[in-house]
């Protein structure tokens, strides 16, 4: 089931993504759709269930290393966290505690928890935050992939930052609260969500990049994000003192250097572009290169 | 939300398969999710269809009727989460699956 037309990683099912990814034919998928573990809430309001929650959890290979995978599907139920979705990411990533993968790879694409099962899904994010950290606490890297429909919002924008490192494409939108959210309690002075331009480059990829929040920005396409999982493979990030304590430094700089600005525009320019408005139109090797002429690049 | 059960019957069906069952579609609007299993039935084929567009009973079974005369297949259990797909669409889907179910891609 890999893509054939077209190479868009934003376009691709979950299960196109994590075939992309992975070793050719070495998934192996824990609760496929044939075992029907499905939401037990959703009739209630009339909603349509699917027959995997919309994510799909296993084991693979990655150039030829163990790795477990998750992928959420962004398609159904905005990729929100349900009870049976959650329980079953937790479930994957307590699991690797005991199998101890290469890493695990989580190919996020959800807006949050979902409305319709709340509790249980506020719940099962916790339990997910809880799960990352045991397994970075064991030195087992976990890697995460924002570059779908529903970027990462709500529990998924706190779960995102909780990875070891994170990859995206400037298509995919990071944050807590989404544009809409923002706009609906200050105001669309505030924050206009029919701005896309505004929206993407406060919530997109590249400003995400720019802020040291996302490690690299990768190229729209599954075979880009599988080679950059490849590389961050091979030179894990840690979570050693001194890099927490760099990464505290760096935040409080953060605050101090920006704070009182408004567009990113604004913070662009005071990193040091000469030329912030031409940054939506660079490619990501261009803003790369761009950006370590100016800053000397992020921390990890 | 409507359930929709229909059994169908095609004469000498065709059985072979190479997998044991085919997942195609997501659960989006517009959209639904085929999941056919391939399954001891007497060489008939059941559909159990989940809606959520009500009273298209007749649709449905004008979709089946077109995929089983096209494809006449025996011995599938086919379960369908359907988020109010156009009737094209339905046909689609079910042909990806069962194409996959053949070893087609």
């Known amino acids: 089931m890999k893509l054939k037309i077209g190479k868009s990683y934003y376009e691709a099912t979950a299960r196109q993504r994590i075939a992309c990814i992975l070793d050719n034919g070495t998934f192996k998928e824990i609760l496929p759709p044939q075992e029907k573990k499905i939401s037990p809430h959703l009739e209630m309001f009339n909603i349509p269930v699917a027959f995997d929650d919309g994510v799909v959890v296993g084991e693979g290979q990655i150039d030829g290393k163990p790795v477990s995978i998750l992928a959420q599907e962004g398609k159904f139920m905005g990729g929100a966290f349900g009870e049976v979705h959650s329980a079953k990411i937790t479930g994957l990533l307590k699991r690797s505690l005991r199998t101890k993968p290469a890493a695990v790879v989580c190919l996020w694409d959800s807006g949050g928890v979902r409305l319709q099962e709340a509790n249980a899904g506020e719940i099962g994010v916790t339990e997910i935050i809880r799960s990352i950290f045991d397994l970075r606490a064991v030195n087992i890297p976990v890697i995460g992939v924002v570059g779908g429909s529903c970027g990462c919002f709500g529990g998924a924008g706190i779960i995102s930052a909780c990875c070891d490192v994170l990859l995206c494409s400037e298509e995919a939108r990071i944050g807590v609260s989404g544009p809409e959210v923002i706009e609906t309690t200050m105001g669309v002075d505030a924050f206009d969500s029919r701005d896309k331009a505004l929206v993407w480059r406060t919530t997109g990829g590249k400003n995400r990049y720019l802020f040291g929040f996302v490690k690299t920005l990768v190229e729209n396409t599954p075979d880009a994000f599988r080679a950059e999982i490849i590389k961050e493979m091979k030179e894990p990030c840690g979570l050693a003192l001194e890099q927490i304590e760099q990464k505290h430094a760096a935040l409080k700089k953060r605050l101090e250097d920006f704070s009182g600005l408004g567009d990113a525009l604004e913070i662009w320019a005071k990193m040091g572009f000469e030329k912030p408005e031409e940054i939506p139109g660079m490619s990501e090797k261009e803003l790369a290169e761009e950006f370590k002429r100016v800053s000397g690049g992020i921390i990890c | ?105």
């Not at chain 2, 065709?14 to 069952?21: E, G, L, Y």
């Open chain 2, 1 to 105: 939300m409507e359930h929709i059960s229909l059994e169908k019957e095609t004469k000498s069906p065709d059985i072979a398969f190479s997998k044991a069952s085919s997942l195609r579609g997501v659960v989006s609007s517009g959209n639904l999710e085929v999941l056919i299993e391939i399954k001891e039935l007497g060489g008939k084929c059941r559909f159990e269809i989940d809606t959520a567009a009500d009273g298209f009973g007749k649709t449905w079974k004008a979709v089946i009727d077109d995929f089983m005369e096209r494809r006449k297949p025996g011995n599938l259990l086919v379960s369908i989460n359907d988020y109010a797909a156009s009737p094209d669409v339905v046909g689609l889907r079910l042909d990806q699956a069962y194409e996959d179910l053949k070893g087609g891609e």
